[in-house]
């Protein structure tokens, strides 16, 4: 079964970047598609982006400037950088498994990320 | 971008049935396949998928939740509805890049 575990800082001062790890077990990051999505407070969702199985790599146009997505696949992770944060990206921040259809159909448990000085 | 829209609330007695909607601004059909999914969010919890291209039951989710429509109107059905099912109802669209609704939040009386 696979299993995703999103890890990192809980706390970033704006400005700075917001790195988080998505460690994935049971499944190769070498297959599939995989992603990070946000919820904001008040619950709205985003879509930030997502790396393939190759290690192309696809952005929400609205992040393009300040996203990077990466992957180690030796150690079978993904990783997100979100650079120049504001307190507008406090949310919590999930790391998901994508099928070539766009359907999310493995979640990590999520990480709560505050943007404050 | 492909906007998705959900009503923000609902009431529903517990053992009747739920319907929860979701309307877009675009068709997301394209070759045979409708790109709408629908997700169950409990607080303090990840997402889970329920229903997958408009109307596939995702494995383990009981049969009580259905889904269907085409084009730009999605429903998804929860009959009968038990306690457990209070939760946020998200659906997402993966035609063009990827976009969620508001969330319909459940509510079982």
């Known amino acids: 079964e696979v299993q995703l575990q999103e890890s990192g800082p809980g706390l970033v001062k704006p400005s700075q970047s917001l790195s988080l790890t998505c460690s994935v077990t049971?499944?190769?990051?070498?297959?599939?598609?995989w992603g990070w999505i946000r919820k904001f407070p008040g619950n709205k969702m985003e879509w930030m982006g997502y790396?393939?199985?190759?290690?192309?790599?696809s952005y929400n146009p609205s992040l393009k400037s300040r996203i990077s997505i990466t992957r180690d696949t030796s150690k079978n992770q993904f990783f997100l950088q979100l650079n120049s944060v504001t307190t507008e990206d406090t949310a919590t921040y999930y790391c998901?498994?994508?099928?070539?259809?766009?359907?999310?159909?493995?979640w990590g448990q999520g990480a709560s990320v505050t943007v404050s000085s | 971008d492909i906007v998705l829209t959900q009503s923000p609330a609902l009431a529903v007695s517990l053992g009747q049935r739920a319907t929860i909607s979701c309307k877009t601004n675009?068709?997301?059909?394209?070759?045979?396949?409708?790109?709408m999914h629908w997700y169950q969010q409990k607080p303090g919890q990840q997402p889970k998928l329920l229903i997958y291209?408009?109307?596939n039951l995702a494995s383990g989710i009981p049969a009580r939740f259905s889904g269907r429509g085409s084009g730009t109107d999605f429903t998804l059905t929860i009959d009968p509805v038990e306690a457990d099912d209070t939760a946020t109802y998200y659906c997402?669209?993966?035609?063009?890049?990827?976009?969620f609704g508001s969330g319909t939040k459940l509510e079982i009386k």
């Open positions: 998901a498994r994508l099928e070539n259809s766009g359907v999310m159909d493995a």
């Open positions: 049971g499944y190769s990051i070498t297959s599939n598609y």
């Open positions: 790396i393939s199985y190759s290690g192309s790599t």
């Open positions: 675009q068709n997301v059909d394209y070759y045979g396949n409708s790109y």
């Open positions: 291209l408009a109307s």
């Open positions: 997402q669209q993966s035609r063009n890049l990827l976009t």
